[in-house]
């Protein structure tokens, strides 16, 4: 975990803790203070739940942060990345880690004083 922990330090700089985050529960231990995060896999649950479609959950979720995690052994959903493509997210960050893989954090807007990098920077 402590490359999760690392890549939520960084996380934290930048997505505001009232956001509604979207991440794998990795990164919960070192986010849980922010009242919005939410579980990758939260969008499967909830549409079975309420009896529609995934697509139509992350519509009711609406993420403004998410954190794509290429190399966590739960790939993410495919809807949610739909959901991040359809409203024109923009990719602030990329991390790239051992034990993760590539960490892309999405954002809907980006925040004030930041400015979205295209590289994806190696964790120390």
Not at 32 to 39: K, N
Not at 42 to 60: F, H, K, N, S
């Amino acid at each position: 975990y402590d490359e999760a922990l690392d890549v939520a330090d960084r996380l934290r700089a930048i997505v505001p803790d009232d956001a509604v985050f979207v991440g794998p529960d990795p990164l919960y231990h070192r986010m849980h203070d922010y009242g919005g995060f939410t579980e990758m896999n939260t969008g499967v649950l909830y549409a079975g739940q309420a009896g529609i479609e995934e697509a139509q959950a992350w519509e009711e979720i609406a993420p403004a942060a998410v954190a794509v995690v290429r190399g966590y052994p739960i790939p993410p959903p495919p809807a949610l990345l739909d959901y991040i493509a359809r409203h024109d997210f923009t990719r602030v960050r990329c991390w790239s880690t051992r034990q993760l893989g590539e960490v892309e954090l999405y954002m809907r807007t980006v925040p004030d004083g930041v400015t979205p990098s295209g590289a994806c920077d190696d964790l120390p």
